[in-house]
């Protein structure tokens, strides 16, 4: 047995920090831990020890938390020292009842949501004018709000991008769509997980595709940038892994595909339990035909990181949680971005080159502005389990989650904050 480092994690029993250690077990990488109260406790942590280790390479050992008070109940806004990028629950109602959701949605209804007076006084300046930060508004199903388009408009007045994650039940509201638009809204993330109803069953508890498919037409429409978000579940949808970054790159206003492998976090009602950053990986180079291989994420990963030193920031840093890849589009078919690093992949390519220098403004500004339509942005985002929380990893975060009293990493909110009331009683 190897043992990789040393970290800390959370009895799933009484959400005790605990020491912990991450170690190589039957080819995995598992996470033992030991609560003063419950005992030792092993839990698989990462599928594919060399893929942990190839990403563990990248992403070095940067650790930013080792204290956690947001866990002890003491006031503390770090998170927010290296990240633009702010998400606050607006509330925890919800418009479905979804087998799986990572919120927990209408499980917390008894906790207020905060008042948009509340959450405008909570934000701080922005540091910059030239790079204003991002508040992504989550829930819950923020569109059950009856005030969200005066939200977006003083988050818009307070210097904020805002985003809206949203189930997409009133995005086919025409009026309701200009309503949005005129506010200030251009970026929505579309809970979307494939084509077929038999799986949107399955984990969102009702069969929305056809609804689907009508709210990203009228977005687009509307100018909406469109970030597809598709909970990934091995053996069920996963095998729409081509269909989907087909379908991203079919649409010019589609800029995002984002996989969230299915983790046992929060509610997560179905028969299999975890599907594995490895097992995604090795799916899309399945049903990609090898167009998207595993190295070719790493190979971003590490070029991204250059890029983040260069330029410091600190959207650029890398996890081994959150594996992105750049993909271009020739109007037929799609390639990794960094495989032009490779000079004989290149030469093929070479009509390319001036597009993409053209481009670089623009996809470095990402946040802002209207990406060009022959980039894609495609991320794999595995959600730690309840049960498996390394929390010095979660603490390298890129989005800071929104309470009263703290800005926490997106993980630890939902595991281990959220049940206590992020606003007050």
């Not at 025409?174 to 038999?198: C, H, N, P, S, T």
């Not at 750049?326 to 070479?350: E, K, M, S």
């Not at 800005?407 to 630890?412: A, R």
């Amino acid at each position: 047995m190897t043992v990789l480092r040393t970290t800390q994690t959370l009895c799933p029993t009484c959400q005790t920090v605990c020491p912990a250690e991450l170690h190589v077990q039957t080819g995995d990488v598992w996470i033992r831990a030991d609560c003063p109260d419950h005992g030792p406790a092993n839990h698989r942590y990462w599928k594919d020890a060399e893929l942990f280790e190839q990403l563990d390479d990248v992403v070095g050992d940067t650790v930013f938390c080792t204290t956690f008070e947001c866990l002890k109940g003491e006031p503390c806004d770090r998170c927010l020292d290296k990240t633009y990028n702010v998400m606050l629950e607006v509330t925890n109602a919800c418009n479905l009842d979804c087998p799986v959701c990572c919120a927990d949605a209408n499980s917390f209804l008894a906790h207020p949501d905060p008042t948009i007076e509340e959450i405008i006084a909570r934000l701080p300046e922005p540091r910059s004018k030239l790079k204003r930060p991002n508040l992504v508004l989550f829930g819950g199903e923020p569109t059950v709000r009856k005030d969200l388009p005066e939200l977006i408009e003083a988050i818009v007045a307070k210097g904020y991008i805002p985003r809206l994650a949203t189930n997409g039940v009133r995005m086919t509201d025409e009026a309701y769509l200009k309503r949005l638009r005129k506010a200030g809204l251009k970026w929505v993330i579309l809970q979307f997980d494939g084509f077929d109803d038999d799986v949107s069953e399955l984990i969102r508890g009702e069969r929305l595709q056809a609804d689907k498919r009508v709210a990203i037409d009228r977005m687009t429409e509307h100018g909406f940038k469109v970030q597809l978000g598709t909970m990934m579940v091995k053996g069920v949808n996963t095998k729409y892994a081509h269909d989907l970054i087909q379908f991203a790159c079919n649409h010019d206003k589609i800029f995002w595909l984002s996989f969230y492998p299915h983790s046992a976090q929060s509610r997560a009602n179905l028969p299999t339990k975890e599907t594995y950053t490895a097992d995604m990986l090795d799916e899309i180079e399945q049903h990609t035909s090898g167009r998207i291989r595993p190295k070719d994420f790493v190979a971003t990963m590490r070029l991204l990181k250059r890029l983040g030193r260069v330029l410091r920031s600190p959207n650029l840093k890398q996890k081994h949680s959150t594996l992105p890849m750049i993909l271009v589009w020739d109007g037929t078919d799609y390639f990794p971005l960094v495989r032009l690093l490779d000079p004989r992949f290149a030469v093929r390519h070479l009509g390319l080159l001036p597009r993409l220098l053209a481009a670089l403004p623009k996809v470095l500004r990402y946040q802002e502005q209207y990406t060009p339509e022959f980039l894609k942005f495609l991320i794999v985002e595995k959600f730690h389990a309840d049960t498996s929380i390394d929390l010095e990893e979660a603490s390298n975060c890129h989005m800071a989650f929104m309470t009263k009293d703290h800005f926490v990493p997106f993980d630890l909110f939902n595991i281990a904050y959220k049940q206590d009331g992020a606003w007050g009683s």
